[in-house]
C-alpha cells in the first residue's frame, strides 16, 4: 500500500502526540515538520527523525512531495492556515475547536464544497475510544432501550491558581470561549456521537472564578508549571467553568459540566447514557471498562473485548482484553480512520466516517456559541439562534 507524505505544522505541546499517533499507524510517513520557531522545529525534526524543516506554512504547502498537513498550531491561525492547505490542494487534519467563531469554521466549511476530494478530519479523538465505539453500536441496536437522559462532566485543573497562564486565556487566541470550546466540545461530540442524536438547545451558567490573572513575561506551554516571577496583571474575558442543561433532537434531556479549575482533576471526562432498559457510564481515566446499570438485575461492568465488540468496533480494539488502551490509543485509532478514508479513495460527504469532520467541528462551534450566549443573557438558546 503506498504511503502518504504528512508534514505539522506547529511544533508544540500537541504536536508530539500527533507525531506519536503518525508513527504509530503506519499509512502515513512523516515527512516535515514547520514552526514559526524554526530551532524548535528543527529539535522536534531531529529527535524523530524527520526529514524536512520548514520555517513557515508556506515553504511546507509548497513541497509537492507532502500529501496531508496536520495543522497543531493555536486557535486563532486555523482559519488561515486550514484554508491554505485545502487550497493547496492537500488533505488537511486540523486541531480542534475548529475556529474562533462559527463565521470562521463556516468559512471553512464552505471553502471545502469547492475541493470535493479533499480529507478533512478534526481532532475529537476521545469519540475514537475503542469502547466509545462498541458502546455507540450498543446503543444504536437498543441494548439500553431509548435514550432519557445524558450527564457528565470534563474537569480540570492546570489553570486553577491566578498565576496559571496560556494563550488560551486570551479572546484574541482562543475565541469566544476557553473552556467549553477547549473541553465542553470533547464532551459534547462523545454526548452526541454516543447516543446518534445533537443537541439543539442549551441553559447555561458560565462562570469566570478568577476575573484577573497573573500572565508571565515568557511563554509557558500547555499543562506546564508557572514558574516566571515576571508578570502583568489582566483582566480575564474566557470562562472558568461551565454548567449546562442540554436538550436533544430525539427528545432526550441531561446536563454537564467542564472545569478547568477543579483540584486534583487533570483529565476527568465521565457520560451517562440513561435509556428506558439500562445505562452506561464511561470514564475516560479508567477508559477500558464501562459501568452497565440495570434495573432488575445485578449491574456489570464491562471490559473492552476485541472479540465481543459490536459492529465495526473491532478494528479500533487493538490489545487482547485485559490489556488496557488509552487516550493515546483513542488518537492512534482517529488518525487510523481518517488515514483508511483516504486510502480507500472514500469521498467526504458520501462516505461515512468515525473520526470528526470540519462539518460536525462546526456544528460544535455552533453548540459553544450558544451556551456563552446562554450564560450571557440567563436563558434557554436554541441552536438556531447562533
Known sequence: MQKLKVGIIGAGYIGDSHIEAIRRVGLPELTAIADVNYNLAKSKADAFGVEKCYKSLDDLVADEEINVIHNCTPTHLHLEINEK????????????????????????????????????????????????????????????????????????????????????????????????????????????VLTGSKIVEVCANTVIALPT????????????????????EVNVETEDYAGVLIKF???????????????????????????????????????????????????EQIMRNP??????AKKYSHLAAGHPEGWNDAFKNNLDAYYHFILDGKKMGKDPCDFATFEEAHYLMRLTEAVIKSGKEKRWVKLDEV
Open 307 to 312: 472479540n465481543l465488540a459490536l459492529g465495526g
Open 213 to 232: 490573572r497573573k500572565k508571565p513575561a515568557g511563554v509557558v506551554e500547555t499543562f506546564a508549571v508557572n514558574t516566571d516571577q515576571n508578570y502583568t
Open 85 to 192: 492547505i485545502i487550497k493547496a490542494g492537500k488533505h488537511v487534519f486540523s486541531e480542534k475547536p475548529l475556529g474562533r467563531t462559527s463565521a470562521e469554521s463556516l468559512q471553512m466549511v464552505e471553502l471545502l464544497k469547492k475541493y470535493p476530494d479533499t480529507v478533512a478530519g478534526v481532532n475529537f479523538c476521545y469519540r475514537m475510544n475503542a469502547l466509545i465505539q462498541d458502546t455507540k453500536n450498543r446503543i444504536a441496536s437498543g441494548e439500553i432501550g431509548k435514550p432519557y437522559l445524558v450527564h457528565g462532566s470534563y474537569l480540570q485543573d492546570w489553570l486553577l491558581f491566578e498565576t496559571d497562564y496560556n494563550w488560551r486565556i486570551e479572546p484574541e487566541y482562543t475565541g469566544v470561549s476557553r473552556c467549553v470550546g477547549d473541553i465542553g466540545s470533547h464532551w459534547m461530540d462523545l454526548a452526541q
Open 249 to 299: 433532537d430525539s427528545g432526550a434531556s441531561g446536563v454537564f459540566q467542564c472545569s478547568e479549575i477543579s483540584a486534583g482533576r487533570k483529565c476527568f471526562i465521565d457520560i451517562e447514557i440513561d435509556g428506558s432498559k439500562a445505562s452506561f457510564q464511561w470514564n475516560q481515566q479508567t477508559s477500558d471498562q464501562m459501568w452497565k446499570g440495570n434495573r432488575n438485575s445485578n449491574n
